[in-house]
């Protein structure tokens, strides 16, 4: 439009001029030749357009959308035609619900859901939906599929270790309904579970019992293998003292009786050592 206004007061500026140049008003004629190099300057930016990044473009002429989509930067464009621009930059779109669990109860979920637009389906975004496909499209199937999912879940898995769960899943069903209309889906965490109060203490008591007695099992097969372990060292322990029990007989005991008495007396100490004590002649310290 602004390229069809600029033509009409370029054309009005030049036969304006003309007539003043054939009367002879000079001076005045200065403004006209201003307002059509004004108008000629406008006209022709209208054959461009600035596409900012993170942006594409799509051209809508007189009702017929074009196939293509104009990337970042400076685009040659008819300038009659009209131009769209979708952000394909990753969106979030946050939500407070109320959902169901398996049990029937309301939880409360506080959950986002980052999102962006394919550049190539931008033209069949604008076509088949408009501009404001996220409230069309994304935010009506984003909470049916929240509501239909959780209502799979008891409300414990909901407040315990089936959230990251509960999370991919959203975004696998999410997924199959709008990536074929052109929407990426990225991620969808859980930013907050509230269940019903008393719920929350029971699911919590629970959870410290399940802890107890994680523990008391810990502390029980801690002590079976002390138990065991003692009784390994029992059990060498008196194997030990069996070997060395048969292996003592009396021949060495006198063998050993005979090497002390030797190295008693080869002692440089002070000492006394009373010699023949029983029948084998053995210091009296060695055979009382």
């Given at each position: ?190 930013r907050q579970i509230v269940l019903p109060s008393g719920l929350t203490a029971a699911i919590e ?47 060495l005991l006198k063998w050993k009786g005979i090497e002390a008495t030797e190295n008693l007396s ?23």
């Open positions: 439009m602004l390229f069809v206004i600029s033509l009409l007061i370029a054309a009005a500026s030049f036969f304006v001029y003309q007539s003043m140049r054939k009367t002879g008003r000079y001076q005045e004629s200065r403004f006209s030749l201003g307002a059509l190099a004004l108008g000629i300057v406008i006209a022709f930016s209208q054959l461009f357009t600035v596409i900012p990044a993170g942006t594409v473009g799509v051209v809508d002429f007189l009702g017929n959308v074009s196939e293509k989509t104009l990337k970042a930067g400076v685009n040659f464009v008819n300038p009659l035609a009209n131009v769209i621009k979708f952000s394909i930059k990753t969106q979030e779109i946050k939500e407070l619900m109320n959902v169901p669990s398996k049990e029937g109860l309301t939880v409360q979920l506080e959950i986002s859901l980052l999102y962006s637009l394919d550049p190539e389906n931008a033209s069949k975004i604008y076509r088949t939906v408009g501009e404001n496909y996220t409230n069309i499209i994304l935010i009506p199937q984003f909470r049916s599929v929240v509501r239909a999912i959780t209502a799979k879940y008891e409300a414990k898995a909901l407040y315990t270790d089936s959230r990251e769960l509960l999370a991919t899943e959203i975004r696998n069903e999410l997924e199959k309904l709008v990536t074929p209309r052109g929407i990426r889906i990225e991620a969808s965490p859980l008591e629970k959870l410290k019992a399940e802890q107890e007695s994680q523990r008391m099992q810990f502390v029980l097969k801690r002590e079976e293998q002390e138990a065991e372990r003692k009784r390994i060292e029992a059990k060498g322990i008196a194997d030990f003292q069996d070997i060395v029990s048969r292996g003592i007989s009396d021949q080869k002692s440089q100490n002070s000492k006394i050592i009373i010699i023949g004590s029983g029948k084998s002649g053995l210091p009296v310290i060695l055979n009382p």
